[in-house]
């Protein structure tokens, strides 16, 4: 990846953050004007390892273009956006009385799991101006 898309990387992450968030606040109004709180942990887990995660992410790869030129930040950031979607909604379904769906639940989060591995692997390596 050459310097000038290494540049462009925070705010590709940061513009995929605040998606998650929009998403996240409407659950969280749906929750709200239906009274249906069983969602709660879907709710917190899209603002929280959607919004903030990857924000946070995101302005640690704009502070360090080493870390943003890195092979891992690609990993950490396909292996984020795939996991996360697929363990929400089997979340979202599962609370929904579909029982059966907890291995994808736990398959997605393992998946968003080591792409936070890589990012910290990547932080211990890279992160030097
Ligand atoms: C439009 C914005 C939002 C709305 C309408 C909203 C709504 C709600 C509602 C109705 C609950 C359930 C409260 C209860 O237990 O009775 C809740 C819980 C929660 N929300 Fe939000 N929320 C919003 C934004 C956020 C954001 C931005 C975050 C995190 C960055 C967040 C994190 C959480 C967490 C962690 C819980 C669980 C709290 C607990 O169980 O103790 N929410 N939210």
């Given at each position: 990846m050459n310097g000038s898309t290494?540049?462009?990387v925070g705010a590709l992450w940061l513009k995929i953050a605040v998606v998650y968030v929009l998403i996240g606040m409407l659950v969280g109004l749906y929750?709200?004007?239906?009274e249906q709180m069983q969602y709660i942990p879907?709710?917190?887990h899209l603002n929280l390892l959607g919004w903030v995660?990857?924000?946070?992410?995101?302005?640690?790869y704009q502070i360090f273009p080493?870390?943003?030129a890195s092979p891992l930040q690609r990993w950490h950031f396909w292996l984020?956006?795939?996991?996360?979607?697929?363990?929400?909604?089997?979340?979202?379904?599962m609370i929904n009385h579909r029982p059966a769906l907890l291995p994808v639940v736990i398959i997605g989060a393992i998946v968003v799991f080591i792409g936070m591995l890589l990012f910290a692997i990547n932080?211990?390596?890279?992160?030097?101006a």
């Open positions: 290494a540049n462009n929750m709200g004007a239906t879907v709710h917190a995660t990857l924000a946070l992410a995101g302005l640690v080493r870390m943003a984020h956006n795939l996991g996360l979607p697929v363990s929400m909604v089997s979340l979202a379904l932080l211990f390596r890279n992160a030097k």
